[in-house]
């Protein structure tokens, strides 16, 4: 029950809070929807289908850091060069993950909450079937999360999804606070950000 009722107050959290954020970077998502449309030809946006709450999908929303021949509904880390695909502002925007800006948008929709797991692939199915084991599909996905800070891209699937169970077991408000911040952190030092390889951080030898 106390889960349960931080959930709902999260959600109200969550939408007040991305509102902020939304009206705040205005001037920012304008100077970067410039530089994305002088960069290549294409929409500033792009739009993939996500696996939401109790594995509903729904389309999530990012800048466009692709170029618009890239094979569609393709992980990056299953595509054989992602960087041949990958624009050049796009790899500044991904290494700093200001792709994932328009996700603030998802947020006020209640498709995504600020702190969750980070919504799968529609056919990413080892994942969602790993993350049925720990209920982690039954709560909003999230623009970051505890897992987002442990490893992000380097994670193999089993890690990831385990991880992802921590955060439903003990969700809390500390421990949102701990992702967020935690998410700051990883995104200055660029931690986790491996393009062309989930499982990077196994492959190296990482514990």
Not at 69 to 94: A, C, E, N, S
Not at 136 to 151: E, S
């Amino acid at each position: 029950m106390r889960k349960k009722n931080y959930l709902k107050k999260k959600q109200y959290l969550d939408i007040y809070l991305s509102l902020m954020a939304l009206v705040f970077l205005s001037p920012f998502f304008l100077a970067l929807m410039i530089a994305i449309k002088l960069d290549s030809p294409g929409p500033v946006f792009f739009k993939q289908k996500r696996v939401g709450i109790h594995k509903k999908h729904f389309y999530i929303l990012k800048f466009r850091t692709m170029r618009t021949d890239t094979p569609k509904d393709m992980p990056t880390h299953l595509l054989k060069d992602p960087d041949q695909y990958i624009t050049k502002v796009g790899k500044f925007l991904r290494k700093t993950s200001l792709d994932e800006l328009p996700q603030i948008i998802n947020i006020l929709k209640g498709d995504m909450a600020i702190i969750g797991p980070r919504p799968a692939l529609w056919n990413q199915y080892d994942l969602i079937e790993e993350r049925d084991k720990y209920g982690a599909n039954d709560i909003l996905p999230g623009l970051t999360g505890w897992a987002q800070i442990h490893g992000r891209d380097e994670l193999e699937i089993p890690e990831k999804a385990k991880l992802d169970g921590y955060y439903v077991e003990n969700l809390s408000f500390g421990l949102d606070v701990k992702c967020f911040f935690g998410t700051i952190l990883s995104v200055l030092r660029s931690d986790g950000v491996v393009e062309g390889g989930t499982g990077e951080m196994k492959r190296r030898g990482k514990k």
